[in-house]
């Protein structure tokens, strides 16, 4: 609970720098186009935001294409995209490989999110603790009997190492901050996008899988987590996001090439506004502002 309390009061600090940005800092090369690069977690949410904005602003082109956090960011350090879109903070390496390349990145904290662990529907397990779900992703547990579940073998879905939000689930589910080097099971299938654990889960009567709440269907059932066996089981809502009592929730960055300036400002501007926010929840992430 320490380590998330401290996740979540870096959250506070991030927005509390954020809310006065200006326009200084690296200049656009363009002012009638932005592109967005990145998390496949944010994708949906990015195309609504840009649908908007272009709306509004019918001489402004944005695109945003997914591919993983880590496309993301080797797209900003190669000056591919304008802003990078990602599920996980930026690692220590990739700060300093933008400070080699001549900018300190700016990380802005757009919307927060609850990573659902969802199961098929005819699966009868309704529950699980953390370290039961670090037991069943690591390969020590095999068989969904052995967690309560029907005499079934388990069928591992991760997002592939790409991605932010399979780093972000390794470090807090797998590993939760402890100094081990614990791994996903060699047996997880590692599929390349949420729609695709989503499809599959649905399908597959043994599959259990993650990805970000907002892909939540009813194709698919939601596990409630709990800490451990003595703490509630929690189920990933923005009312649990936002309240901090569903164990696996994270922030949703954009990063950009230093402080923003020009188009990419009037873009972030509108993702932090509260027509911006009230797309987030239109797609069911959870706002980093009441409105």
Same mark, same amino acid.
């Given at each position: 609970?320490?380590?998330?309390?401290?996740?979540?009061?870096?959250?506070?600090?991030?927005?509390?720098?954020?809310?006065?940005?200006?326009?200084?800092?690296?200049?656009?090369?363009?002012?009638?186009?932005?592109?967005?690069?990145?998390?496949?977690?944010?994708?949906?949410?990015?195309?609504?935001?840009?649908?908007?904005?272009?709306?509004?602003?019918?001489?402004?082109?944005?695109?945003?294409?997914? %591919?993983?956090? $880590?496309? @993301?960011?080797? +797209?900003?350090?190669?000056?591919?995209?304008? *802003? &990078?879109?990602? !599920?996980?903070?930026?690692?220590?390496?990739?700060?300093?490989?933008?400070?080699?390349?001549?900018?300190?990145?700016?990380?802005?904290?757009?919307?927060?999110?609850?990573?659902?662990?969802?199961?098929?529907?005819?699966?009868?397990?309704?529950?699980?603790?953390?370290?039961?779900?670090?037991?069943?992703?690591?390969?020590?547990?095999?068989?969904?009997?052995?967690?309560?579940?029907?005499?079934?073998?388990?069928?591992?879905?991760?997002?592939?190492?790409?991605?932010?939000?399979?780093?972000?689930?390794?470090?807090?589910?797998?590993?939760?901050?402890?100094?081990?080097?614990?791994?996903?099971?060699?047996?997880?299938?590692?599929?390349?996008?949420?729609?695709?654990?989503?499809?599959?889960?649905?399908?597959?009567?043994?599959?259990? %899988?993650?990805? $970000?709440? @907002?892909?939540? +269907?009813?194709?698919?059932?939601?596990?409630? *987590? &709990?800490?451990? !066996?003595?703490?509630?089981?929690?189920?990933?809502?923005?009312?649990?996001?936002?309240?901090?009592?569903?164990?696996?929730?994270?922030?949703?960055?954009?990063?950009?090439?230093?402080?923003?300036?020009?188009?990419?400002?009037?873009?972030?501007?509108?993702?932090?506004?509260?027509?911006?926010?009230?797309?987030?929840?239109?797609?069911?992430?959870?706002?980093?502002?009441?409105?």
């Amino acid at each position: 609970m320490a380590q998330k309390n401290r996740i979540f009061s870096g959250m506070v600090v991030c927005l509390a720098m954020i809310l006065g940005f200006s326009g200084c800092g690296r200049p656009n090369k363009k002012d009638s186009a932005i592109q967005i690069k990145g998390s496949d977690t944010m994708v949906n949410l990015g195309q609504a935001w840009a649908e908007a904005f272009m709306q509004a602003d019918p001489k402004v082109s944005v695109a945003v294409t997914g %591919g993983g956090s $880590g496309t @993301g960011i080797a +797209s900003l350090l190669s000056n591919t995209c304008d *802003i &990078a879109e990602l !599920s996980r903070e930026l690692k220590s390496e990739e700060i300093a490989m933008a400070k080699q390349k001549g900018f300190e990145p700016k990380q802005i904290i757009v919307a927060l999110d609850g990573l659902a662990v969802v199961v098929n529907t005819a699966n009868p397990l309704s529950q699980l603790t953390l370290d039961q779900l670090a037991a069943i992703f690591s390969g020590s547990v095999s068989n969904w009997q052995e967690v309560g579940g029907a005499d079934l073998p388990i069928v591992l879905l991760s997002r592939e190492v790409n991605s932010g939000t399979h780093v972000y689930f390794k470090e807090h589910v797998l590993r939760r901050g402890k100094e081990n080097q614990v791994e996903f099971a060699a047996s997880a299938l590692m599929l390349p996008s949420s729609q695709a654990i989503a499809d599959e889960v649905a399908q597959n009567p043994g599959a259990i %899988g993650y990805y $970000g709440m @907002g892909y939540i +269907s009813a194709r698919e059932k939601a596990l409630a *987590i &709990a800490m451990d !066996s003595a703490s509630p089981y929690i189920q990933p809502t923005i009312e649990n996001v936002v309240s901090q009592a569903y164990p696996i929730s994270r922030p949703l960055i954009m990063v950009t090439h230093g402080k923003p300036s020009g188009l990419v400002a009037r873009f972030i501007d509108f993702v932090l506004s509260p027509e911006g926010q009230k797309i987030v929840v239109k797609i069911d992430f959870v706002p980093v502002k009441n409105n």
